[in-house]
């Protein structure tokens, strides 16, 4: 029996354990099915380490190349920190925008811009990236794309990084009072 391409698997699963107890398994950067007759994720592009409120949006780009005879077999799916469950499902054709699935986190749902085209002229890529708006701490970790079809699929991994100011507190001050018999009282 000859293949018709090569099988290479990268992944590294690690067990993480979430605050809630629940197992989270992260997967390294990606799986890949190399050859000239699968689909194949290219490069996945986040922005670099960006200040909180620095931008009005972001862009997560998980570019990948369809070969001609898997077209209109395509599923494209996005994850969220070792979520087993894709907070994101985008089938290509008839016009359909990708659809929201009820994930573990809720706070990624309102921030999702659903009409975002990355390639309005190629309708099998038109949605292959997220659009986040208004970024917020809570949505800076590990986003996953896998795409698949009938009979391969692939997936890519890359890290948003979110950081906040630094606010300094004042130091407490402290009271010493000191009594005649020697005695301190500190307040504060």
């Not at 409120?53 to 005879?69: K, Q």
């Not at 659903?114 to 949505?139: G, H, S, V, W, Y």
């Not at 079809?149 to 100011?165: A, C, P």
């Amino acid at each position: 029996m000859k293949l018709s391409h090569a099988c290479v698997i990268l992944l590294d699963l690690k067990s993480q354990t979430d605050s809630v107890g629940k197992n989270l398994f992260l997967h390294s950067k990606r799986n890949l099915f190399i050859g000239k007759n699968a689909v194949e994720i290219r490069d996945i592009v986040a922005p670099p380490p960006l200040e909180l409120g620095s931008l009005d949006e972001v862009v997560i780009d998980c570019d990948y190349e369809l070969p001609e005879a898997e077209r209109g077999q395509l599923e494209m799916k996005w994850y969220f920190n070792g979520d087993p469950s894709p907070f994101l499902q985008w089938i290509p054709g008839g016009g359909r925008r990708p659809q929201l699935i009820t994930s573990s986190y809720p706070a990624i749902e309102s921030h999702i811009d659903l009409d975002f085209q990355i390639a309005e002229d190629n309708e099998q890529e038109a949605f292959r990236a997220l659009k986040i708006m208004q970024p917020t701490i809570d949505l800076a970790g590990d986003y996953l794309c896998k795409v698949s079809t009938f009979e391969n699929e692939d997936i890519g991994q890359e890290s948003l990084i979110i950081y906040g100011k630094t606010i300094a507190r004042p130091r407490e001050k402290k009271l010493s009072l000191h009594h005649p018999r020697n005695h301190v009282k500190t307040f504060g």
